[in-house]
Every structure is written in structure tokens, then in C-alpha cells.
């Protein structure tokens, strides 16, 4: 998905970001469920096909902002 990423980078945001992982599980299962469409397997009309892609598509390019930011860490600065 992300050819210019290292897979082990994307493992690490993963496992340090649960928004992240959310947003990646969510497309690994549009894009397995587009897959299955395009092959015949899953049988979906053109137009949930269409929206199925824009929605991947969404994640997709929410998932590269992501990875451009770093992540927010949990914890706060100490207040003084």
C-alpha cells in the first residue's frame, strides 16, 4: 500500500497509534472487499463498487497524512 514506506515502519506506527491502526485495518478491508468485488466473488453493484473505492481511496490518503506527521504522543508534559 505504501511502496515508499518501509513495512517496519508502518508495523511500529501500528503498534504505537491505535488511530492509525484503526484507519489501516479499515483499508486493508476495503481494499480486500474491492478485490473480491472486481474478481466476482463478493457480488456489490457498480455504484457501491464506486463508493467502496473513493472510501479506500479516503483512508488511504488519511493513512500518507498520517505518516507525515508524527505520532501524538499520550502523555503530557510535566506543568511547572
Do not use: W, Y
Not at 1 to 26: T, V, W
Request: charged letters at 30%.
Amino acid at each position: 500500500m505504501f511502496e515508499d514506506q518501509p513495512q517496519s515502519e508502518i508495523e511500529a506506527r501500528r503498534a504505537r497509534d491505535p488511530a492509525f491502526r484503526s484507519l489501516h485495518d479499515e483499508h486493508r478491508k476495503l481494499n480486500r472487499q474491492c478485490m473480491d468485488a472486481e474478481l466476482g466473488v463478493l457480488a456489490v453493484s457498480d455504484v457501491t463498487l464506486g463508493r467502496m473505492k473513493r472510501e479506500k481511496l479516503l483512508a488511504k490518503q488519511r493513512l500518507q497524512r498520517m505518516l507525515e506527521t508524527p505520532a501524538q504522543s499520550t502523555s503530557s508534559p510535566a506543568q511547572h
